[in-house]
């Protein structure tokens, strides 16, 4: 997809031409079907017409003198067996073009649902959390749905009109060219007056698709914040916005369907010109023996079959714009460039986990600096602990390490290398995180266990689920490792999925253990089983561990302390609480001597 030009922002449909050069034969198929479609439908008026020159004109008709077929009644029979074949012909090709645009249009919509999707996922987490999920979900939901009902009918409706009007024409024109400019008068203005209204329906379709990822942005939110709506009885003011939200979207797609309404009345009136003229000049021109009485009815069934379809127009071209709109907001998505690329290098093996922090300065967006230098060394093999305040920045410097963000100034080097020189898979395949927030997915344990390592053995799972202290618990779930949990399925305690995470990244074998309070939510009996775990698993491998609790820590080869964006102190458990600082504090107020107070004792 990166291969893919730029679409012009004017013309999404010459986007999408160019965006799907691989199915240009289908379309082109499915063209030319519907153009056979549409000559076998204007054919049936013209024998019909012959039929009326049979009876009136008997063997001077144009069947008779033409074809040279003798009788009237051997005339009526050949014009009643092509007929047939017309008819056949035109089930045919509905046939074969109905299927050929439905199958485009769905593997059109299928194709840009996953390449969207996968556009999304590369795209680096700054954007995701500038980005709101609801609204994602409306591009690659709706806006993908709205395209595909275009192409599934849209198209073939707007393919289908053009070319009776060509083919309508031809006929008229050989016919007489005074009927034909009558006949015709209205076209042109019902195609100046359809651009006129493309333009006005355009910012106003924009509006709707604008409003509509605003309802699906608020739905989203609020479905995932439910029980924290629920907790504050904040049920009605919830509801409220709902309503806000939705009601914004009916009045946009009010005034979009008030416009784009006021086009049929605009082209029935065009029409019933154009039908009114031929009806009465062809009349009048029989009258006086300028037209058989057979071609003034083929001109005015052809009339009729010329102007009907265009009362539809106005309803093709709402259709029409609703899925530009779409299709614009889709390829807006697939531009979208990720700001951190990966590198081309990979880790030196054996990948050893040596982690360094040069100068490294960072904050989010535009706001201020989190980190404001920090230089820190985690030498292989080593497992350090990042401690300080709440908002200290030590998942900010996490992150970093995982690059889910680029620094602002300094450098993050794992074995000596650069992380942005990296790829994605050298990188992040040799660490194993945990996130202070645990995501579990809709699928088994076992699944959530194995998802850095599908093809892990059950033995290995079970192995690693013991060192997280997680095999008794899992064991006791109805279905053991076979239990659903996530989305949809069991409702695991804090505890619990943490170490469904742990386990999750234990069992990845990675060089380097990143765990961001991994152990927050156990009790602390757990804990130290945890902990006596993670001091054979660590013992081969590098880790950095940020904890609240100092008790998970003391054993640390080396404790940073992070204060106002900067290592304020560093060294072991037992330097730091000698050295009397920050850390000490800290220490002393876990351990219950600082809070301690003259009146308790
Ligand atoms: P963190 O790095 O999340 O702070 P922390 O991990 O030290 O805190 P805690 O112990 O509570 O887990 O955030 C540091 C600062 O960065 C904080 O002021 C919030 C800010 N921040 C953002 O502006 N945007 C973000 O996406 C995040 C994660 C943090
Ligand atoms: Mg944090």
New binding site residues.
């Given amino acids: 997809m990166t291969s893919a030009p730029p679409p012009s922002a004017r013309s999404p449909l010459g986007a999408l031409w160019r965006h799907h050069r691989r199915y240009r034969r289908r379309v082109v198929a499915a063209i030319a079907c519907t153009s056979v479609n549409t000559a076998m439908d204007v054919a049936p008026e013209i024998l019909l017409g012959a039929a009326v020159d049979v009876v009136v004109r008997g063997d001077d008709s144009f069947v008779g003198s033409t074809l040279g077929v003798d009788g009237r009644f051997a005339q009526l029979v050949v014009i009643a067996a092509l007929n047939a074949l017309v008819w056949i012909l035109e089930s045919l090709s509905d046939y074969v073009a109905s299927l050929l645009w439905r199958g485009l249009a769905q593997t059109v919509e299928h194709d840009l649902r996953v390449e969207a999707y996968s556009t999304v996922q590369r795209l680096d987490v700054?954007w995701h959390?500038r980005t709101s999920t609801g609204k994602v979900l409306s591009v690659l939901s709706d806006d993908v749905n709205q395209l595909e009902r275009f192409l599934d009918v849209g198209a073939r409706t707007i393919l289908h009109t053009a070319w009776t009007v060509v083919l309508v024409g031809a006929v008229f024109a050989v016919t007489s060219w005074q009927l034909t400019l009558l006949a015709f008068l209205p076209v042109p203005v019902i195609v100046l007056g359809s651009i006129r209204f493309q333009r006005r329906l355009e910012p106003l379709y924009a509006a709707v698709r604008e409003t509509a990822g605003e309802v699906s942005a608020t739905l989203a939110t609020n479905l995932g914040g439910l029980t924290t709506i629920k907790a504050f009885t904040a049920e009605e003011r919830e509801t409220a916005r709902v309503e806000r939200v939705s009601d914004d979207y009916r009045v946009a797609n009010r005034r979009a369907i008030a416009s784009s309404s006021a086009f049929v009345p605009l082209i029935r009136m065009a029409i019933l010109a154009g039908f009114t003229s031929t009806l009465l000049l062809g009349g009048w021109f029989v009258f006086e023996g300028r037209l058989e009485v057979g071609l003034y009815s083929v001109l005015v069934f052809l009339t009729q079959r010329l102007l009907w379809p265009l009362t539809d127009l106005g309803q093709t071209l709402d259709l029409y714009q609703r899925a530009m709109a779409s299709t614009r907001r889709i390829f807006a998505l697939l531009d979208e460039e990720p700001h951190g690329v990966d590198g081309t290098r990979r880790l030196p093996a054996p990948v050893r986990g040596g982690l360094e922090l040069r100068g490294v300065r960072f904050?989010?967006?535009d706001?201020p600096d989190?980190l404001r230098g920090v230089d820190l060394v985690v030498p292989a093999g080593e497992t350090h602990a990042v401690v300080?305040?709440?908002?200290?920045?030590?998942?900010?410097?996490?992150?970093l390490v995982l690059r889910f963000s680029d620094p602002r100034a300094g450098q993050v080097l794992l074995d000596g290398v650069d992380v942005r020189d990296l790829t994605w898979e050298s990188l992040r395949g040799a660490i194993g995180y945990v996130s202070?927030d645990v995501f579990l997915f809709h699928g088994t344990v076992r699944d959530n266990l194995a998802y850095g390592r599908p093809e892990a053995s059950d033995a290995e799972v079970e192995q690693a689920a013991r060192l997280a202290e997680a095999h008794g618990f899992i064991s006791a779930l109805p279905e053991g490792y076979a239990t659903v949990v996530g989305e949809r399925g069991l409702t695991l305690s804090g505890g619990q999925r943490q170490r469904i995470a742990l386990a999750r990244a234990i069992l990845r074998d990675p060089a380097l253990l990143v765990l961001?309070?991994a152990t927050s939510a156990v009790d602390n009996e757990t804990e130290a089983a945890i902990q006596r775990s993670l001091a054979v698993v660590t013992a081969s491998r590098t880790a950095l561990v940020?904890a609240?609790r100092l008790s998970t820590v003391r054993d640390a080869h080396r404790i940073w302390v992070?204060s106002e964006g900067r290592v304020a102190e560093s060294g072991t458990h037992d330097e730091l609480v000698a050295a009397g600082g920050i850390y000490a504090q800290l220490w002393a107020v876990q351990t219950g001597s600082a809070v301690a107070g003259p009146a308790h004792r």
């Fill in positions: 700054a959390e904050g989010y967006d706001g989190v300080g305040s709440t908002g200290a920045g030590k998942s900010s410097l996490l992150r202070q961001d309070e940020v609240h992070l």
